[in-house]
């Protein structure tokens, strides 16, 4: 069993940044497609980036492109989410997520096997 823990959110101005942690025990990152996802207040759950080492493939939300960067350190089992040019459409709670299948990406919640808590991240105008 996989559980995945989140940090790193909180209060920033339009076009601060911010950088998220997922930190994963029960089970290594670079063996599972390693996902975020981000969900406002009355809305869906929402796709962000994710990435997997098996496919050596990384994709992003139109949204956050050129915006949010997806990286890991494998020595930590810890991915991370660093959020620049940050936007107050950018405001909702974060959640890390792991698929057991690594083979491709994909952007639906429903593909992913383990989630976090989620972090509240509020971009301020």
């Known amino acids: 069993q996989v559980q995945l823990v989140e940090s790193g959110g909180g209060l920033v101005q339009a076009g601060g940044s911010l950088r998220l942690s997922c930190a994963a025990s029960?089970?290594?990152?670079?063996?599972?497609?390693m996902g975020w996802f981000r969900q406002a207040p009355g809305q869906e759950r929402k796709f962000v980036a994710a990435s997997t080492w098996s496919a050596g493939s990384t994709s992003y939300a139109d949204s956050v492109k050129g915006r949010f960067t997806f990286s890991s350190d494998n020595a930590k089992n810890t991915v991370y989410l660093q959020m620049d040019s940050l936007k107050p459409e950018d405001t909702a709670v974060y959640y890390c997520?792991?698929?057991?299948?690594?083979?491709?990406?994909?952007?639906?919640?429903?593909?992913?096997?383990?989630w976090g808590q989620g972090t509240q991240v509020t971009v301020s105008s």
């Open positions: 997520a792991a698929s057991r299948n690594p083979l491709r990406v994909s952007q639906s919640a429903s593909s992913y096997d383990y």
């Open positions: 029960g089970g290594t990152v670079s063996n599972y497609l």
